[in-house]
């Protein structure tokens, strides 16, 4: 068995990161954690505390959720890389 391709062109194969190693389920995460705060920022400021607290705790939990989902599309081989027998 030949591997041609080098560590990083398989980590982002397997993972879908692009040539800066940013991956979409992490933008998302970072995205809604930026907007929730910002929301319930401002719904806690006109005095809507019900919505306040939803939407804070939401942004709260979304980086959790982003960590967890990139975590999850990550290749299932293990920490080491397949020994070259060549």
């Known amino acids: 068995m030949s591997y041609t391709a ?3 062109e398989r980590s982002a194969l397997f993972t879908g990161a692009d040539d800066n190693g940013v ?17 319930g920022m401002i719904s806690l400021a006109t005095g809507h505390g019900a919505v306040a607290i939803v939407i804070l705790t939401l942004a709260v939990m979304s980086p959790w959720v982003g960590l967890a989902w990139v975590s999850r599309s990550r290749p299932t ?3 080491f890389e397949p020994a070259d027998l060549s």
Request: hydrophobic content about 50%; glycine content about 14%.
């Open 77 to 79: 081989s293990g920490p």
């Open 23 to 39: 991956r979409l389920p992490g933008l998302i995460a970072a995205v809604t954690w930026a907007v929730g705060l910002v929301a």
């Open 6 to 8: 080098t560590s990083c």
